[in-house]
């Protein structure tokens, strides 16, 4: 019984894995791991877990295996995981929660996929035939271009417009702008892979995004929590 654990920019996410398929999932702010114990519908013989939120939630969640009295497996970045080959001109400093979403998208497709994980961050990474990461972007998520317009001008507002086609209003301008910005981006980098290659969409701010794809996509909740399970099936 896998607790995986994705400790992200501004949420955690977490799920209890039986080896067939998931207990549950869950997402929570960072705050919620200090009852999560005491939540949990089975107990965990192991925690599998990444971490982008820096080192006080590093410790946090080492407080929270030693509170269960379980073996803590941090995923990092490494040259090679679970089928997967790190491109990264320095493969320790890519992401761990990338990292984790690669191995998803290995595990869920065998051959090029890419995989976009749009959270506060929106990433967009290439995975070849081969399993290779071949390189990535890295943009603002679309709340976070929304906020960077309200935020760094005088007259443009905090947008709560809709997805237009031909937006005629300043929110809907600001709203689509966003949206289509991040779509082309990841029609840019699909194109290196071929036509048949899928997205795999994942993130909180996947549903704002797949309506208005024109790839071939598929929505996969929780694509790091997939990952991490993956990356503790294949390291028992």
Known sequence: ?????????TRLKYGIFDGRGWRVQKAAGHDALEGLAATLPAAPERIVACNVAGDAMRRRIEGLAATLGIPLDWLASTHAACGVKNGYDKPQQL????????????GLHEGPALVVMAGTATTIDA???????????????????????????????????HYRARPTNT???????????TLGAIERL????????PCLLSGGAAAELAP?????????????????????????
């Not at 019984?1 to 920019?9: Q, R, S, V, Y």
């Not at 990338?98 to 290995?106: K, P, Q, V």
């Not at 929110?171 to 702008?177: E, F, L, T, W, Y």
């Not at 699909?190 to 290659?197: F, R, V, W």
Request: proline share 3%; hydrophobic share 50%.
């Open 1 to 9: 019984m896998l607790l995986c654990l994705d400790a992200g920019n």
């Open 95 to 106: 992401g761990a929660d990338r990292w984790a979403a690669l191995i998803a998208a290995r």
């Open 127 to 161: 995975l070849d035939g081969d399993g290779v990461f071949r390189g990535g972007f890295i943009l603002p998520g679309l709340a976070l271009m929304r906020a960077s317009l309200a935020r760094n001008t005088a007259d443009l507002p905090h947008a709560a417009g």
């Open 171 to 181: 929110d809907d301008a600001i709203v689509s702008g966003a949206i289509h910005a």
């Open 190 to 197: 699909h194109a290196t892979l071929g036509s048949e290659a």
């Open 212 to 236: 208005h794809m024109s790839l071939p996509c598929r929505l996969v909740d929780n694509l790091v929590l997939e990952g991490l399970a993956r990356y503790g099936r294949m390291n028992a």
